[in-house]
């Protein structure tokens, strides 16, 4: 976590997965697209679903759940496509449901234990609470980034 | 009151760097890229002093100069001749041909607006 | 590009564009003077382009540039004049000092190798031409870079309203060649100094003005005037351009009497102009004129002025030129075309932004036709209109970035002259459709492939001179270069009239690098092909040009990358022909729409050859997961595309299979098995992000009307991976 001299306000947008709520940055977040069919690509790993139409542009969409390791369960009629942006690019991830945008400053913020889900290790850069609950924050340049924990 | 001055010159670059060194001095800076186009420019803004290049395309300067020499109001209008030489046959050609003063190119911006001055008011 | 810049370095760029565009007037002026068809103007603007190129780098201070364009400059201007005779060996040095100019301009843009040594080298050449011995001396004149000194005041009274702030500035002058010294600024005691100025009728003509030197005088320091009106003659006789009147100027000033006089320097020889220290009392009655030495002076002394008419035309002049425009050569500037210039940013956001509107515009129209709107209705008729305007726009956007060929094709003259050198032989190169336009990405990505082929011409197609006489043709080899228009497409071809393609010997180098069977029985048009096999190269000898390894396989495949294709033809004997064919734009591209496997994809229709339907009996399997199907009496392997993109299982029956004849990377062939065939028509290519993953065998995607993405195919690739790996049941890894 970085250093900051006085605490910053950082907003998170949270979600759920396969029960669990996760949460990204709200400033990598461009749109919440409900869910359309994608184009699949040939050969591509598990969690790339395929692309969709964004207004004209492409976007690919990957399957979050199965990018972190999470069990396989029935599409959520709640799932939406969250569109986000990092670097020059944009992806669209398919998530079961969103839930509510959070205010936090980084004391909130938590390190990762060391979780024996290896899949998702270095994929959660933090953890928070929200209302007793845990919800685990993404490193959103390690999820999209297909070197990491490549589920097969 | 500020003067209008009309350049002609086939470079665009020139023709920039005239705009560039006029503009800021309070010249009105209108442009033509050869002498054919400057004749046509001439008569729409009535320039209180005219800069031309000499090797252009069409019409040179020289025969510029003289197409607006042969126009009665223009028989005193400044005429700022611009050379890449400072050869005194140039020099004194561009006199004959009506010519007021000459810039050596590449000029001095500071310079130009003290010809232009110097001849113009 | 932010408009925000330091305008010195807008207009240094704008420089740069305007040096291209004089450099290509610049070749195509001597190469029209190279086939003898040059008038009075061509001349004119070879010197003009030189001349201006040297004009703006001395602005921008880029000094080997202009000391370069300089000496050129100088030659250009002997020949214009008639002094010199631009014969062929003249000339082929006047090339080479175009090409050198060119490289000089690169260099000072980019940066990069320096090509100054070629300088001298060329500037010896350009002395002999000039009838010196030698390389460029000391004692050449420098260019000079003067600055005339104008009276510079300290005092600026009329001018002190914060006016010339700007211009102090130093940061927005440009770059200064060597400052020569300006007279000494008096910082000395004020002396006084008598001025006696009488202008004559010359002065008036060409509009001078005496009360603003007066002034100037004015702002050197304190000056009383007296003017002289004993000439004056009654009103009456009074002549308007007669000068009557004179004046006698008392100055005290600072100022060094070079700087006094350099106020007239416009009019020196224009007017009586006697200076003197002291004051009036002292100054005697009749001194000569007293200029310091350094001061140019006009070949005309100043006398009195003789049969000047009011309305004054210029004295006979030497070598005056044309003042009278003349129908111009069509070759000279074409009718001055308004232009604009435009950030290819802004081309690319508009180009990308018709794009979408185009899929739109498809997505609304299917909405519509869904909805079962009347068919003579307003909302289906002004559908019709609205489509009709979107293609319109399309096509007008699609060439937004189009621009002649004809820079490309100067370029290949240019590699023509370095590759017939390098190989001592005697190369014309004709071109045609040099006005052909093209999207400016096309032209850019086809200067590799073309500079290769031509190469190759020079160096494998035509023949050593000697051969060539004993063949009955003529020693100097042609290669002809051609663009044009042709349903749709644009059709680039290459040929020369060598000794066109040595089939016995491909073949043999062929097998023997393992391309093919040793036994293999090709056609004509198959042998030919071979050359576009990876790995080959038939320099035995690395020549200074080609055989370099970069075969002609890379430039098919830069060829396809562009969405086209190429194709060869040749008579041996007599030459060897390359025809390529390009759409017009890399943002669209022809597609046949298919389906397969429930997936629609787009194929690329540049590579399909036909299609076809599989009767059982024509497809044998050769083992497991590969087959091939008979077609014409040629065994043509099968690729089954559902099961290749691993959409579902390899298919087992074959009967009244649809398959598109497609032609490979290497010229082969294979047969892509389909599902069906949908349509046939221009989608708007959209990139995929590659990102996160590279799909293999897909090339792009487009949106059709019904939103839905298609993925635009890269056949080739799939050839291959289906050779490499054959069928194997539902690859791991399909998402589901």
Partial sequence: MTEHDSPTTIELLTFQLAGQEYSLDIMSVREIRSWTR???????????????????????????????????????????????THGDSMTGLLVDAVSDIIALTRDDLQPPPDMANGAATGMVSALTLIDERMVRVLDLAATVSLQEGLAA | MSLNILAVDDSRTMRDMIRLALQPAGFNVHTADDGLHGID????????????????????????????????????????????????????????????????????????????????? | MSTENDPMAEIRASFFVECEELLEALQDSLQIMDDGAEDS?????????????????????????????????????????????????????????????????????????????????????????????????ESEPEPEIEFQPMGLALDLAPLNDGSLDDLLDLDALPPLGDLPDLPPLALNAPKTYTLHFAPEQELFETGNEPYLLLRALHELGTAQVTCDTSRLPPQQSLTPEQPYLSWTIELETEAEEAEILSVFEFVDGLCTLKLTSGDSDDMPSDLPQMLPADQTTPTSTPEPPTAIEPAPSPAPQPAAPAAPPKTQPPSAAAAVKSVVRVDLDRIERLVNLVGELVINQAMLSQSLEDANLPPHGDAISGLEEFQRLTRDIQDSVMMIRAQPVKSLFQRMSRIIREASAAVDKDVRLHTEGEATEVDKTVIERLADPLTHMIRNAVDHGLEKPADRIAAGKPPEGQVKLTAAHRSGRVIIEVSDDGAGINRPRVLQIAIDKGLIPADSQLSDSEIDNLLFLPGFSTASTVSDLSGRGVGMDVVRTAIQALGGRIAITSIPGEGTSFSISLPLTLAVLDGM??????????????????????????????????????????????VDLGAELGYRAPLTDFEGAVALLIVHENGSRAALMIDNILDQRQVVIKGLDDGFFRAAGIAAATILGDGQIALILDPSDIITNAAQHPQEPLQAGVSA
């Fill in chain 3, 41 to 137: 103007e061509t001349i004119n603007v070879v010197f003009r382009a030189v001349h201006s190129i040297k004009g703006g780098a001395g602005a921008f201070g880029l000094d080997a540039l202009v000391r370069f364009a300089h000496r050129y400059e100088t030659v250009m201007d002997e020949v214009r004049t008639g002094r010199m005779e631009a014969d062929a060996d003249a000339l082929k040095v006047f090339f080479q000092c175009a090409d050198h100019l060119s490289d000089l301009v690169r260099h000072s843009r980019d940066g990069g190798a320096d090509p100054a040594e070629q300088s001298n080298t060329l500037l010896t050449r350009l002395n002999a031409l000039m009838g010196e011995e030698g390389g460029p001396t």
């Fill in chain 3, 593 to 638: 729409v298919i389906d397969t496997a429930g997936e629609t994809l787009v194929v690329p229709l540049n590579l399909v050859v036909e299609t076809l339907t599989f009767a059982a009996s024509e497809v044998s399997m050769i083992r497991p997961g590969q087959h091939v199907v008979r077609v014409r009496g040629a065994f043509v392997p099968v």
């Fill in chain 1, 38 to 84: 994608a184009t699949p690509l040939p050969h591509a790993p598990a969690c790339m679903r395929g692309v969709i139409n964004l207004r004209g542009t492409v976007l690919p969409v990957m399957d979050l759940g199965e990018r972190l390791g999470l069990p396989p369960r029935e599409q959520s009629d709640r799932a939406v496509i969250i569109v986000v």
């Fill in chain 2, 41 to 121: 420019v001439l008569d729409v803004i009535e320039p209180d002093a005219i800069i031309t290049d000499i090797n252009m395309p069409r019409m040179d300067g020289f025969g510029f100069i003289d197409a607006v020499r042969g126009q009665e109001k223009h028989r005193a209008t400044p005429i700022l001749v611009l050379t890449t030489e400072a050869a005194p046959e140039l020099k004194a050609r561009a006199r004959e041909a009506g010519a007021t003063g000459w810039i050596v190119k590449p000029f001095d911006p500071a310079k130009l607006v003290k010809a232009l001055q110097m001849v113009a008011g």
